[in-house]
């Protein structure tokens, strides 16, 4: 399968991977496009260490018309832009 991915700190900037386009879509959401169609691919995610320590959180992943949506929340629970490795299997 392919292997997409995208390694992105906490201000929105891509400082590795495949992505093509990294758009912030509200506080803690990014939407994350690959230049390609997304259907019967999986997204995961996981905070990540890049620039600045994220501490404890969450992270969700959906794909959302034909990008993938990354919603991160910090210990609290409230949406909060936080640094992350994300892959997609296809």
Known sequence: GVALRA????TGGQVAGTATVIEPAGPGKRMVTFGRNLTGCTPTATLARIGSDPGAGSIVTAIE???VAVEMYN????KTNLPFNL???C
């Open 7 to 10: 390694s992105v700190n906490a």
């Open 65 to 67: 018309g034909g990008k």
């Open 75 to 78: 210990a609290a629970g409230t």
């Open 87 to 89: 892959l997609v299997a």
